[in-house]
């Protein structure tokens, strides 16, 4: 049974920091690109950032978040983390995990119609 487990979520102040983590089970987590999404209220899911299974870990970010987020992956703990810095309002959303499994390609993409495979999300509120 495949699952994706997010944590890390929580309330923060403009300008703090998070550390999402989600770890996989059920599927070869060495071999497929994963990714972060959000979705805010009354908003449309968007892509947040990824990372590829390829050597060189390629990954690729939202306008929105570059500089601010970085994405990793440790494949010994099958866990991928979001490290969010310097957070803003708008960065206030459901942030879900999300594995491409079977992959088509190891390069990931900032495209929701690549990813299989979901986590229930986690809470991420940025408010004073």
């Known amino acids: 049974q495949v699952q994706l487990v997010e944590s890390g979520g929580g309330l923060e102040q403009p300008g703090g920091s998070l550390r999402l983590s989600c770890t996989a089970s059920g599927l070869p987590f060495n071999y497929y690109p994963l990714a972060w999404f959000r979705q805010a209220p009354g908003k449309e899911r968007e892509a947040v950032s990824c990372?590829?299974?390829?050597?060189?870990?390629?990954?690729y970010y939202a306008d929105s978040v570059k500089g601010r987020f970085t994405i990793s992956r440790d494949n010994e703990k099958n866990t991928v983390y979001l490290q969010m810095n310097n957070l803003k309002p708008e960065d206030t959303a459901v942030y879900y995990c999300?594995?491409?499994?079977?992959?088509?390609?190891?390069?990931?993409?900032?495209?929701?119609?690549?990813?299989?495979?979901w986590g229930q999300g986690t809470q991420v509120t940025v408010s004073s």
């Open positions: 999300a594995a491409d499994y079977p992959p088509g390609l190891t390069i990931c993409a900032l495209d929701q119609g690549r990813y299989d495979y």
């Open positions: 990372v590829s299974s390829t050597t060189d870990e390629k990954a």
